[in-house]
């Protein structure tokens, strides 16, 4: 029987996965332990079963301001809402083999695989980048990513007469390596500096709760596009994408956007002239959670509570300001405000419209060359005759042809006028516009 050989042999060699490969929140995992330890008393299980129901509220109520700024995205009120994530590269090794089992000539070469970045402009598109794993995928592709996205959006406001929102929130996943550090929030204050937006804001859920609907975008590309249809090639994927998400994403009222992405633009270099770095409040430390909200204004745009808690009252009114909580939920700012681009230095950078040089991507050794040479070799033969996945493989090893930037006219045009004042927000976000959900109503038949 089956029960017998599992637990005679191979529960020794086997695990069963779990139902959820994400990484789980420490403060969820603490008290479930802690529920569970019979070595407690009942009052103190009550207690952590308390703060348990705590944390979740607050991560809740975290989501519940996404959900409203996402809203406010959606409805045109001002404000533009952006969430971008990455999806797992292990399921885009490619060329993808139509077969169930692997032989044994081809278990032994390792394929290349591509990765996914979606980004949601809420209201206005839903984005796809496919990217070879030899390209940069740090805070550079985050930033090149996230231009693009504003340059369409921008386009597209032009293009159907509609005014460009006033403020930019994004919404990130809890890393370091892509979002959470100094490149990606110095960027943050470049747009306002620019005047590009009012307020820029760049925020995240609080660790192990951080899978949100672009996540449940990730599942309908599994469902929709992986699970049903091989890929030999980069250009038969984004194929894939296009026809297979267009509806679903049509359905919604947002325009589906697949691009290649070859080359990712230098960021890093770009801004050095600022001669500005963040620092000190990226990441975990002994224990302590680093800020979960960032809000980057003018100074003349702060309140009158942020103004008072000032420590440096001398300064230019157009510096600017980084606001910094804790968590998104958190009623108070975490330290007072901090300057953080000061008007006169970035006069004195004399920054170029955009960043015009590209980041190096990772070298391929030779030897993995002629691993995927041969692996072209053994597919374009009997009895794969996959001619396309080789020939892509091929192209792979040859390496990317010259670096082609996309336009920014937006970065390149006039700045806006802010001449008005900013309109007060809520008590949570102050930095936003108030938005609410409108009366409607249905007449039945």
Known sequence: MFSDAWHS??????????????????????????????????????GYAREWRDHLRDQY???????????????????????????????????????????????????????????????????????????THGADAFLDVLERVLETVWAECRREGLR????????????????????????????????????????????????????QLFGL????????????????????????MRHLIENRGETLHVDVLEHVRDFHTWLAPLKVELYNCWGTRRGVE??????????????????????TRRG????????????????????????????????AAALSAGPVAMVQRHKVSEKRKEELMDLALLLRGQPYNMHRGADDLERFVAGPGPASFPATPWLQAEAADWSMPAQPGTELTPHLPETSWPMRVRFKR
């Open 61 to 135: 109520h975290d989501r519940t301001i996404y959900w409203h700024n996402r809203y406010a995205s959606r409805s045109k009120q001002g404000v533009l809402t952006i969430i971008i994530d990455s999806m797992d590269k292990a399921k885009f090794a490619w060329p993808q083999y139509e077969w169930g089992r692997v032989d044994k000539m081809l278990d032994t070469v390792r394929r290349p695989r591509l990765v996914l970045t979606a980004a949601i402009a809420h209201g206005y598109g839903t984005f796809f980048f496919v990217a070879d794993e030899d390209l």
């Open 164 to 215: 460009f929102p006033d403020h930019l929130v994004v919404q990130s996943d809890n890393t370091t390596a892509q979002a959470k550090n100094s490149e990606v929030n110095v960027f943050m204050a470049y747009l306002v500096v620019r005047y590009k937006f009012r307020t820029t804001h760049l925020m995240f859920l609080i660790v192990g709760h951080t899978h949100e609907d672009i996540d």
């Open 221 to 244: 590309v599994l469902q929709v596009v992986l699970r049903v249809v091989k890929f030999q090639t980069k250009g038969e994927l984004v194929e894939l994408l296009r026809t297979r």
């Open 316 to 347: 230019c009114g157009t510096d600017v300001m980084c606001c910094v909580k804790t968590y998104m939920h958190s009623p108070q700012l975490q330290q007072s405000p901090l300057v953080v681009l000061p008007r006169e230095r970035y006069a």
């Open 290 to 311: 680093a800020p979960h909200a960032f809000s980057y204004k003018l100074r003349r745009d702060l309140d009158s509570h942020e103004a008072a808690a000032v420590e």
């Open 9 to 46: 042999v191979w529960h020794q060699y086997l695990l069963f996965r779990k139902v959820s490969q994400h990484a789980e929140c420490k403060a969820c995992f603490h008290a479930r332990t802690k529920i569970h330890d019979r070595g407690i008393s009942f009052a103190e299980r009550l």
